[in-house]
């Protein structure tokens, strides 16, 4: 998320844009050639938000900037539209609802699927405006003719024909889209869309409705893409057909890795190191077609020695200099890093106790009573294995349950069930007086039912301040909201919810440490501060001491006490010695099955469950 004193990047890109005509000349730059990078840069605005921000990468940019381009120059050669400015606007948005469209089918699918399926909508746009409707874009001539610029004041009219005039035009439209796409990411959707780009699930889990935000994202991109077009047509006095073609978008994709993604202003410098290599090689060198040879050594290098391109690097320099945070976490696409999962992992099979005195919980007056949570019947099968069998459960409100039960004994799945991350094969589910069976996992986080996980599923790349805003978001906003130029500050109740969240969890001296930054112990608390921060009714948490050190573990456990103060909660634990102290009553399953239910001292004295859990070493679990 980027976070700035008011306004500065935005004076600053003001100063930088007047400046350049001033300073540009001087170390060589012609004034197409900068009229082209701002083009490139303002298309990479719209590219950027969708990549370098939401983290996903399509090859099929080309589809929009050749719809934006060929709209506008079609209104403004063939049609005799005489404004230039309200044909680009109607080209920007004949290309946001051709993206609209266009991501209804492409964000059905994720990863390589998703980038493949853009390309080959690419392909299809390229093949349409070349042969059924080259009637309209001049097939493979493009449309010449396109008109620059002017507008009446009046008492004078001003001319933006070429040059550095024409430069005035494009500077103007590039800072109004540098403003825009700053408010944009400055807005809860573009924090919503920072959360995706790092763990679209954990995403989802906190309540978001994250196809949605992709679609948004998908659609912001296209926008900027169709303007970008239309000022290729004006630039160049000629819609060039090749607008539409592969390289197009590829040349977009690379220039914004070379300038640096997630940074708004990555696609424009590497713009300007791609277009001035290319003259320089081309025209001063004399190297021909060999340019991108060179390009391509200079992409390798900088992809490798650069991960974020120029401006991530400068940035990174400037955090190094200062001593703020620089460097993003590399994050994995889950967000779960190797060590956490291998912590996790020992967790299964080490199961030190926790020996911490816990009072009882006491209950709060006045708060509601009777059934929180029912399923009756719940079954899992996966393929001849029955992951859950015939479970029936009930919590009542305010009560802590325990579920204990043996490695692969479906306490996961009965989680995943009661979550709906997973739908049972058979049986129903009601949370509050509601079914809730078959609801996807982000309704039902919306209904005030969320868990934390047994393997860390954080947002990586962000601060743990950052990571609780994205959780606290989704119980202030609902699932989706188009608030795209509202500030996240000026959201109420939102600080005060982190802030108390950050309390609860203990992790108020850390709130702008990087997720990638914290100790293990931190970042499950942090963990469990996700779920909280959704102000769940129903709060369940799978194994929150999984992969702790003795100490974590009892300063875990005293955090769950406090936490569990007038809420409900079902935690699922090896670490029967925390979950007795904690849990009224203790649910045990074995094989899938309800093998018993109790109070900690029927459990703990039951010889059905020390045989099941213990193979038989009588007394073990009540010494
Ligand atoms: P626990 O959490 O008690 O260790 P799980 O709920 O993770 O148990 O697993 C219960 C059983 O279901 C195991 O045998 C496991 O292999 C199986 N299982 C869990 N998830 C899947 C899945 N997605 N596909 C197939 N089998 C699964």
């Known amino acids: 998320m980027l976070k700035q004193r008011p306004y500065l990047i935005e004076t600053l890109t003001a100063i930088g844009l007047i400046a350049a005509p001033f ?15 701002l083009v490139w840069g303002l298309f990479g605005l719209g590219f950027d938000i969708l990549f370098g921000f939401t983290g ?15 709209v506008a120059a079609y209104l403004l050669t063939q049609a005799g539209f005489p404004n230039v400015l309200l044909a680009l606007v109607i080209g920007m948005i004949a290309a946001a609802a051709a993206g609209y469209l266009i991501g209804l089918i492409a964000l059905r699918r994720t990863g390589i699927y998703f980038a ?18 080259s009637d309209w874009t001049g097939g493979e001539n493009g449309l010449p003719g396109v008109p620059t610029p002017s507008f009446n004041l009046g008492f004078t009219t001003l001319h933006f024909d070429s040059g550095w005039s024409l430069y005035q035009f494009l500077a103007l439209c590039y800072f109004v889209g540098i403003v825009i796409a700053l408010r944009i990411v400055r807005s809860p959707v573009g924090a919503i869309f920072s959360a995706i780009r790092d763990n679209p699930l954990r995403a989802t889990a906190v309540g978001h409705n994250i196809h949605a935000y992709k679609l948004t994202a998908f659609v912001i991109a296209a926008a900027y893409a169709g303007f970008a077009g239309g000022l290729l047509g004006v630039l160049q006095a000629f819609m ?18 070379i300038g640096g993604r997630g940074t708004l202003f990555g696609p424009l410098v590497g713009a300007a190191v791609w277009l001035s290599l290319q003259d320089f090689l081309q025209a001063t060198l004399n190297l021909g077609a060999a340019w991108k040879l060179v390009l391509g050594i200079v992409f390798v290098l900088l992809v490798c020695f650069l991960r974020r391109g120029i401006v991530g690097g400068l940035v990174d320099l400037y955090g190094l200099l200062t001593g703020k945070r620089g460097a993003e976490a590399d994050t994995t696409e ?20 926790a020996a911490v005195p816990i009072s009882s919980r006491p209950h709060l007056p006045g708060a509601p009573s009777g059934p929180i949570l029912q399923a009756r019947g719940l079954t899992k099968r996966y393929g001849g294995l029955l992951a859950n069998s015939d479970i029936d459960f009930t919590v009542n409100h305010g009560e802590l349950r325990g579920i204990i039960g043996p490695n692969g004994a479906g306490k996961s799945t009965f989680f995943k069930m009661l979550t709906c991350e997973v739908h049972p094969t058979s049986g129903s589910i009601v949370f509050e007086g509601r079914d809730i069976t078959g609801l996807s996992v982000t309704d039902v986080c919306q209904l005030g039912l969320t ?13 743990v301040r950052e990571n609780l805003v994205i959780a606290a978001l989704s119980g202030l906003r609902g699932r989706f909201r188009l608030d795209l130029f509202r500030s996240i500050d000026g959201i109420p109740g939102l600080t005060e919810r982190v802030e108390h969240t950050l309390e609860l969890v203990n992790l108020t001296a850390r709130p702008d440490t990087p997720v990638s930054e914290l100790a293990y112990g931190e970042k499950r608390r942090l963990e469990i501060g996700l779920a909280l921060a959704t102000s769940p009714s129903l709060l369940l948490l799978d194994e929150p001491l999984a992969g702790m050190s003795p100490r974590e573990r ?10 569990s103060q007038g809420r409900t909660m079902i935690i699922i634990d090896h670490d029967m010695d925390a979950l007795f102290e904690l849990a009224e009553r203790v649910t045990v399953l074995q094989e899938g099955r309800v ?3 109790g109070t900690p001292d029927e459990i703990k004295n039951n010889s059905t469950v020390q045989e099941a859990y213990l193979g038989g070493v009588h007394g073990v679990l009540a010494a």
């Open 116 to 133: 493949m399926i853009t390309v080959a909508i690419a392909e299809v746009f390229f093949f349409v405006e070349f042969n059924p409707l």
């Open 554 to 563: 009892v300063e875990t456990v005293r955090l769950l006490k406090s936490i």
């Open 595 to 597: 093998l018993v239910e």
């Open 451 to 463: 868990k934390s996980y047994q393997v860390n599923q954080l947002f990586a790349g962000l601060t």
């Open 56 to 70: 996903l990468l399509s090859f099929g940019q080309s589809a929009f900037y050749g719809t934006g381009g060929f």
């Open 240 to 257: 060039p057909p090749d607008a539409f073609t592969f390289d197009t978008s590829g040349q977009l994709v690379m220039q914004t890795a």
């Open 23 to 37: 300073v540009l000349p001087l170390l060589g730059f012609a004034p197409n050639t900068v009229n082209r990078i």
């Open 334 to 353: 889950a967000g779960v890093s190797a060590q956490d999962e291998q912590r996790a992992a020992e967790a299964a099979t080490a199961h030190e106790p």
